[in-house]
């Protein structure tokens, strides 16, 4: 089972903001892909409290951090800018696999999901719709082994 962290971005910082963005659907669905849920987070739509939540959750040994929320084109989507900030390189087949699937007439449509990957996890920043999120999380999951992988050498070395 691959080390995985959740982070649910939103401006509601109750249980509500969890259900809204997948969190409990993502917990349930998770084993299925061979994904351990061994740390959980709601930040706020800032900046400074993403990256910390996703520093903490790579120095627990988080080799996957799942990111809800914030990939959107408003003000406070700011996770696609903090991922890549944490980025050794970000790998774009799996923000253009979640958009393939999308309508353009849907809200969703302007979705800036993406992955980056760091020096010791993958970062994925899933759609903010429970149901893309597990279809994108069904799609990528054999990406997903991959690339953890390849960052077992590197895990190793640090």
């Avoid at 774009?92 to 958009?99: D, K, L, N, S, Y």
């Avoid at 800036?112 to 799609?139: C, I, K």
């Amino acid at each position: 089972m691959i080390q995985t962290g959740i982070i649910a971005v939103t401006s509601d910082p109750t249980t509500a903001g969890w259900h809204a963005l997948g969190g409990p659907a993502l917990l349930s669905a998770a084993p299925k892909h061979g994904l351990r849920i061994m740390a959980e987070a709601l930040v706020p739509p800032h900046a400074d409290p993403l990256m910390a939540a996703l520093l903490d959750f790579a120095s627990q040994g988080c080799q996957v951090i799942l990111v809800l929320g914030g990939n959107g084109t408003g003000p406070d989507d700011i996770t696609p800018r903090t991922c890549r900030a944490l980025a050794g390189c970000e790998l774009p087949a799996f923000g253009e696999t979640i958009r393939r699937h999308l309508h353009p007439e849907s809200p969703d449509f302007l979705d800036r999901s993406l992955a980056v990957l760091t020096e010791n996890a993958l970062v994925l920043a899933l759609p903010r719709s429970t149901a893309l999120g597990l279809t994108a999380l069904t799609q990528l999951a054999p990406a997903v082994h991959r690339a953890v992988q390849q960052l077992a050498p590197h895990r190793e070395s640090v």
